[in-house]
Structures are given as structure tokens and as C-alpha cells.
């Protein structure tokens, strides 16, 4: 009976280890963000939400100045955010960052964000997931506002894997639209004439299953989410597209013009 006892100890505690060493190690970061410099007395205030599974004893800021030395600075929890700080710098200054967190298990960084010391940053937020076709292959942005947007940096990622990132020069005009291709698509010469490499998102996608898709500033600020969860037919007809009431429907497609209003809705 005893060495039974000492045998049940020794499994339960070899579970409790294995349940242990499971556990996801990595944080996850929502929300980047960071205050202006206007000028060169404007030190910048970064905040970030962190969450993880495990404990997360360590969180930094990191940030280079004109691509040189990295500088550390510990960031403490203020409210619901950790929040660090950057010292001022010279004018035109150009200044990288991104965020670190340590658990026992695993060190994560955020995605990497930039300013530059007199330059009022880029609204990204009219930037909107506006069609997409998994029978074409295609996802279009639009942007709804009324300035131009160049639109390095942001990107699109496809069941939480990043498939498309804008390259510098890629700028989206006001109140016009980006098609970007599968690359199943352009490379079989199925994309339009004229078409750009640099519009092409890598994988497939496919109408007949469900799927994420999620469109991103360069800080990794959400800006746009498709997110079917339940099929409610087998295969989409055409297009998922937004209607003008700004819920997404199945519709006709209509790669790189105004969408047709649909009347059976996808999800709201």
C-alpha cells in the first residue's frame, strides 16, 4: 500500500508538471500606442495592454534613435496599460520602438512602431476591410475618409497569420479602393492587367470555409475584422462585402468599385 501511495504521488506530481510546462508562455499586445512630438523638447509617452497566461515579470520598452544603439526603459502598469517613456529628441529624429515582456516561459515583443520628432502622424482609422471573395481570390481595402493615406506598414493577416504588408508608396486616395490578389491568383496570370506584385497577399482563400481576416495599422491597432465563425450557406455565392448600413452580406462582386448593396447578411 505504501509504495502505492508514493507511485500515485509521483504520477500526479509528473501531470501537474506536464499541465504546467503546457501552458502558453507568450503575451499578447493590444492597443500600442504613443503621445506626439511635436517638437524637440517633447518627450513620448508609450502605452501598451499586455495580458498572458503566465505571469509577466518583466515588461520593456524598447526604442533606437536614427537606427542607432537600442535604449531600455522599464515600463510600469498604469490602470489597464503599462506605459514607458522616451526621451525628447532632436528634430527629424527618427525613432523606433516596440515593447518586450517576459514570462518564465518566453520573451514576446509587440510589432514595431515609428515616429518621427515634428511629424503629425498618419489616421489610419478611415482604412476599412470593404470586400471579400474567396471565389476570386481577392480582399479589397477602402478608405472612407477624405485625405489620402499613404499606407506603409499596414497590414493583413489571414487566420492570425500576416499575409500582406503595404510597402513605402503604397498610398490609398480618398474614397477609392486597393485590391490585393492571392498569390494562387497571380501566379497563374488570373489578376488583372496591370496588375502590381506589390498587391499580391500570400496563401489562398477559399468561399467555401470560414475564415478571419483582420486589417491592421503599423502599431498593430486593429482597424477592421471579418470574422466568420458559422457558415450559413456552403459555399458563398460571390463576395462577403459591407452594405451602407455597415454590416457585411453576401453580394455581387465588384473588385475595385462601389459595392452593391446585398440583402441576405453574413453577420452583423
Same mark, same amino acid.
Given at each position: 500500500m505504501k509504495k502505492l501511495i508514493i507511485a500515485s504521488v509521483a @504520477?500526479?506530481?509528473?501531470?501537474?508538471?506536464?499541465?504546467?510546462?503546457?501552458?502558453?508562455?507568450?503575451?499578447?499586445f493590444s492597443g500600442l500606442e504613443n503621445t506626439i512630438a511635436y517638437n524637440e523638447n517633447d518627450a513620448v509617452t508609450v502605452s501598451v495592454k499586455a495580458s498572458?497566461?503566465?505571469?509577466i515579470n518583466e515588461i520593456n520598452l524598447v526604442y533606437t534613435v536614427n537606427q542607432g544603439e537600442p535604449q531600455v526603459v522599464a515600463m510600469t502598469l498604469d490602470g489597464k496599460k503599462y506605459k514607458g517613456t522616451i526621451p525628447a529628441q532632436a528634430m527629424d529624429a527618427v525613432v523606433e520602438y516596440y515593447v518586450e515582456a517576459k514570462t518564465d516561459g518566453a520573451v514576446s515583443k509587440s510589432a514595431v512602431a515609428t515616429y518621427t520628432v515634428g511629424v503629425i502622424p498618419i489616421d489610419f482609422t478611415p482604412l476599412k476591410l470593404n470586400e471579400i471573395n474567396g471565389n476570386d481570390k481577392f480582399i479589397e481595402i477602402v478608405n472612407t475618409g477624405s485625405k489620402d493615406?499613404?499606407?506603409?506598414?499596414?497590414? @493583413?493577416?489571414?487566420?492570425?497569420?500576416?499575409?500582406?504588408?503595404?510597402?513605402?508608396?503604397?498610398t490609398l486616395k480618398a474614397g477609392k479602393f486597393l485590391l490585393l490578389y492571392s498569390s494562387d491568383v497571380t501566379a497563374t496570370g488570373g489578376a488583372h492587367e496591370?496588375?502590381?506584385?506589390?498587391?499580391?497577399?500570400s496563401g489562398g482563400l477559399s468561399a467555401k470555409k470560414a475564415v478571419h481576416v483582420e486589417l491592421f495599422d503599423p502599431k498593430g491597432n486593429s482597424l477592421s475584422d471579418f470574422n466568420l465563425t458559422n457558415l450559413l450557406k456552403s459555399q458563398a455565392p460571390a463576395s462577403y462585402g459591407v452594405n451602407a448600413d455597415g454590416n457585411w452580406y453576401y453580394q455581387d462582386a465588384t473588385p475595385g468599385a462601389k459595392n452593391t448593396d446585398g440583402t441576405d447578411v453574413v453577420f452583423e
Amino acid at each position: 500500500m505504501k509504495k502505492l501511495i508514493i507511485a500515485s504521488v509521483a @504520477i500526479l506530481m509528473a501531470l501537474t508538471a506536464c499541465v504546467k510546462d503546457g501552458v502558453y508562455p507568450y503575451a499578447s499586445f493590444s492597443g500600442l500606442e504613443n503621445t506626439i512630438a511635436y517638437n524637440e523638447n517633447d518627450a513620448v509617452t508609450v502605452s501598451v495592454k499586455a495580458s498572458a497566461l503566465m505571469t509577466i515579470n518583466e515588461i520593456n520598452l524598447v526604442y533606437t534613435v536614427n537606427q542607432g544603439e537600442p535604449q531600455v526603459v522599464a515600463m510600469t502598469l498604469d490602470g489597464k496599460k503599462y506605459k514607458g517613456t522616451i526621451p525628447a529628441q532632436a528634430m527629424d529624429a527618427v525613432v523606433e520602438y516596440y515593447v518586450e515582456a517576459k514570462t518564465d516561459g518566453a520573451v514576446s515583443k509587440s510589432a514595431v512602431a515609428t515616429y518621427t520628432v515634428g511629424v503629425i502622424p498618419i489616421d489610419f482609422t478611415p482604412l476599412k476591410l470593404n470586400e471579400i471573395n474567396g471565389n476570386d481570390k481577392f480582399i479589397e481595402i477602402v478608405n472612407t475618409g477624405s485625405k489620402d493615406i499613404e499606407m506603409k506598414g499596414v497590414y @493583413i493577416q489571414k487566420d492570425g497569420n500576416t499575409k500582406w504588408t503595404a510597402a513605402e508608396g503604397t498610398t490609398l486616395k480618398a474614397g477609392k479602393f486597393l485590391l490585393l490578389y492571392s498569390s494562387d491568383v497571380t501566379a497563374t496570370g488570373g489578376a488583372h492587367e496591370g496588375y502590381a506584385a506589390e498587391l499580391t497577399f500570400s496563401g489562398g482563400l477559399s468561399a467555401k470555409k470560414a475564415v478571419h481576416v483582420e486589417l491592421f495599422d503599423p502599431k498593430g491597432n486593429s482597424l477592421s475584422d471579418f470574422n466568420l465563425t458559422n457558415l450559413l450557406k456552403s459555399q458563398a455565392p460571390a463576395s462577403y462585402g459591407v452594405n451602407a448600413d455597415g454590416n457585411w452580406y453576401y453580394q455581387d462582386a465588384t473588385p475595385g468599385a462601389k459595392n452593391t448593396d446585398g440583402t441576405d447578411v453574413v453577420f452583423e
